[in-house]
Structures are given as structure tokens and as C-alpha cells.
């Protein structure tokens, strides 16, 4: 069974940096991607970015191309989020999760999910 684990969320101002960690664990084989999600109050979730497993490619959302950078550590089991330059518009909770299906964007291929962390960037 895969558990996923987020954790490096905090509150910050506009303009500050945070990295978001989600730790796995479980079986990897059958994994093609693992991607980061966040949903603002009163908002749909929304897709920030995914990394294809194999390949180690990764694929950004254009709200936050060029400002998030997503990096991994195989020996930690450890997917990263890098994130700069953060805006009050990246404020929501922040969710990693793991499909067997795509490396891409749809959430809905995404079937294994962890409990969130919180982003809150203030003007």
C-alpha cells in the first residue's frame, strides 16, 4: 500500500520561497507519476505540477511555470517542490498524490492522495 506525506508548508509573504516535501512509501513498480495539487478555499483543486516516474520529466502548470520546480530524492523516497517567487494566489492546501495511469494534469487519474499541507502567502 502507498502512503504519501507532505509536509514544508508554512505561512509566508509575497515574493518568499518554501519547498514542499512529499515522503512515499509502499511499492513503486506500477508508478508513472506523482504530481502536486492545491485548492484554495472556495475553489476547484487545481493541477501545479507532475513528474513522470521513469523519466524523471516534469510538467508545469502556466500559473506557476518558472516560479516552481519540482526535483527528486530517490534514496529518500522524496518528491520536492520548490517554490519561488510565491504570490497570494498560491495560498490553498497543497497535495501530492500518485497515479499508475498518467504523468499529467488530470486529477482524476491520481488515486492515491495525502492529507495536504497549508501555503498561506500574504500581500
Known amino acids: 500500500q502507498v502512503r504519501l506525506a507532505e509536509s514544508g508548508g508554512g505561512y509566508v509573504q509575497a515574493g518568499d520561497s518554501l519547498r514542499l516535501s512529499c515522503t512515499t512509501s509502499g511499492r513503486t513498480l506500477s508508478r508513472l507519476g506523482l504530481g502536486w495539487f492545491r485548492q484554495a478555499p472556495g475553489k476547484e483543486r487545481e493541477y501545479v505540477a507532475s513528474?513522470?516516474?521513469?523519466?524523471?520529466?516534469?510538467f508545469y502548470a502556466d500559473t506557476v511555470k518558472g516560479r516552481f520546480t519540482l526535483s527528486r530524492d530517490n534514496a529518500k523516497n522524496t518528491l520536492y517542490l520548490q517554490m519561488n517567487s510565491l504570490k497570494p494566489e498560491d495560498t490553498g492546501v497543497y497535495y501530492c498524490a500518485e497515479s499508475r495511469l498518467t504523468f499529467r494534469s488530470d486529477s482524476d487519474e491520481y488515486d492515491v492522495w495525502g492529507q495536504g499541507t497549508q501555503v498561506t502567502v500574504s500581500s
Open positions: 513528474m513522470a516516474w521513469l523519466t524523471g520529466s516534469t
